[in-house]
C-alpha cells in the first residue's frame, strides 16, 4: 500500500511559479509509476502528467512547455513545476501512483491516490 500526500498548493498570480510535492510512504516509488491530475470545479478530473519508474516523462498538450514533473526516488517524492500559470489551470491537484510499468495518461491505471491540493491562479 503507498499512501501520497500532496503539498505546495497555494495561491498565486497570473505568470506565477508553484512547485507542487508528492511525498510517499509505505513503498519506495522507484518501482511505482506517479502521475499528476487536477480537477477545477464543475469539471471531470484530468490527466497533466506522468513520470515512469525510468523517468520516461508525459505531459498534457495544453500545459506543456510550462509544467515538468520529475521524480526523486531518494526522498520518495515526486514534483510538479508549474510556470507560467493561468487562470485556467485553477483547480484541486491530484498525485497518483500505479504499479504497472510505464507513464499513464488514464485514471483508471492508477491505484493509489492523494487528498488534493487547492492551487489557485487569480487573473
Known amino acids: 500500500q503507498v499512501q501520497l500526500v500532496e503539498s505546495g498548493g497555494g495561491l498565486v498570480q497570473a505568470g506565477g511559479s508553484l512547485r507542487l510535492s508528492c511525498a510517499a510512504s509505505?513503498?519506495?516509488?522507484?518501482?511505482?509509476?506517479m502521475g499528476w491530475f487536477r480537477q477545477a470545479p464543475g469539471k471531470e478530473r484530468e490527466f497533466v502528467a506522468a513520470?515512469?519508474?525510468?523517468?520516461?516523462?508525459v505531459i498534457e498538450y495544453s500545459v506543456k512547455g510550462r509544467f515538468t514533473i520529475s521524480r526523486d526516488n531518494a526522498k520518495n517524492t515526486v514534483y510538479l513545476q508549474m510556470n507560467s500559470l493561468k487562470p485556467e489551470d485553477t483547480a484541486v491537484y491530484y498525485c497518483?501512483?500505479?504499479?504497472?510499468?510505464?507513464?499513464?495518461?488514464?485514471?483508471?491505471?492508477?491505484?493509489?491516490w492523494g487528498q488534493g491540493t487547492q492551487v489557485t491562479v487569480s487573473s
Open positions: 497518483a501512483g500505479a504499479t504497472k510499468r510505464g507513464a499513464f495518461d488514464e485514471a483508471y491505471e492508477y491505484d493509489y
Open positions: 513520470v515512469s519508474q525510468n523517468s520516461i516523462t
Open positions: 509505505g513503498r519506495t516509488i522507484s518501482s511505482v509509476s
